[in-house]
Structure formats: C-alpha cells, structure tokens
C-alpha cells in the first residue's frame, strides 16, 4: 500500500494535502505538483512511503532543483513511484543508461537457459535490472537538515518513517489529517 502527500511551508506553519500520483511520470511532473502547492516558492517536501518496504522525500525550495531522498532503492525500483524518484543522476548512470547494452552481451548459445559456467555464481540480480541499483538508501541524506532531522536520524528510520519526519518539523497533526 503506498501514502503520498504534501508538506507546504508557510508562514503559518507547514500545510499539508494528499496527492494522487496517477498523472505523475517523471520527476519534472512531481517537481510541478509540488510548486503548485506553494503559490510564494515556499518549501515544499513530497512525502511517498510504500508500507515496510521504503520512503522517498522529494525537497522542492522554489525554482530550484528537486533534491530527492530513498530509503532503499533496491525495493523502490520495483515500484513505479519508486522508478519516478530513481533518476539516472541519483543512481549515478549516464542518462539513458537503462542497463544492459545488448551490442555487450555475448551471446554463445546458452542464453535458453543454460547457465554458462562463468555466471554460475549470480544470485539473478540482474536478470531482475536491479543489479546496477544499490541497496539500501540513496539521494541527499542531508535533505531535512535545516528543518530539524539530521542525516544520522534520516537513515535511522524505519516502518514509519513519514510520521517520524512529521513529528520532528512539528506537521504530524497536519500530515495525519490527510492519511
């Protein structure tokens, strides 16, 4: 089950309203989504969980770039919200690169499911397109750090790590209105 919603600073505190991320498909959309609910270029942090498996936040200050934050990426790369977060520049790929460059593979005949001696050993990682995505978290741990959570206690959460978040920028009451 996923969560997403969205933590506007303002003047009077720190906004909050659940989105739908249905029409979201790249950062840039997501990016949007989040200005548009700060009218004054406020902060505003795109909070997505997916329940006991990771979490995201996505930091937009303005017109500056998004700065993004997951907890493992090897599970949020299983999912499409977690893929929308998972960019080339985070996982540090050359954009494009999705994995596999078929002109590289070598295919000697054992491709129908004979396991060549040599790969043996591979744990199916890659058959999975994740053996280039690292486990555990990735982006700028340091995301939260003037708001109150420090990169230490960032990578410390766990299960609820959004309502955590929440409680440290004093907005757990307004984030539990829209859950």
């Known amino acids: 089950m996923y969560f997403a919603a969205l933590l506007a600073r303002t003047e009077d505190g720190w906004e909050a309203s659940d989105t739908e991320l249905d029409d979201v498909e790249t950062l840039s959309d997501l990016a949007d989504l989040a ?3 700060s009218p004054d270029e406020d902060t505003v942090l795109v909070l997505i969980e997916q329940e006991d498996a990771w979490f995201g ?3 937009v200050d303005g017109e500056e770039d998004p700065r993004i934050y997951v907890s493992d990426a090897a599970a ?3 999912s499409s919200y977690g893929e929308i977060l998972l960019t080339d520049e985070l996982l540090g790929r050359e954009p494009g690169d999705d994995g596999a460059d ?4 070598d295919l000697d005949g054992t491709e129908d499911g004979e396991p ?10 890659a058959a999975a397109g994740s053996a280039d995505v690292p486990h555990g978290p990735v982006g700028d741990a340091q995301i939260l750090e003037d708001l109150g959570v420090t990169e230490k206690e960032l990578r410390a959460l766990s299960e609820d790590a959004l309502t955590e978040i929440a409680e440290a920028l004093g907005a757990s009451e307004t984030l539990e209105t829209v859950r």
């Open 35 to 37: 200005r548009e609910a």
């Open 57 to 59: 936040v996505v930091r």
């Open 116 to 125: 060549d001696d040599e790969d043996a050993d591979d744990d199916g990682d």
């Open 102 to 105: 078929l002109d590289a593979l």
């Open 76 to 78: 949020a790369v299983r």
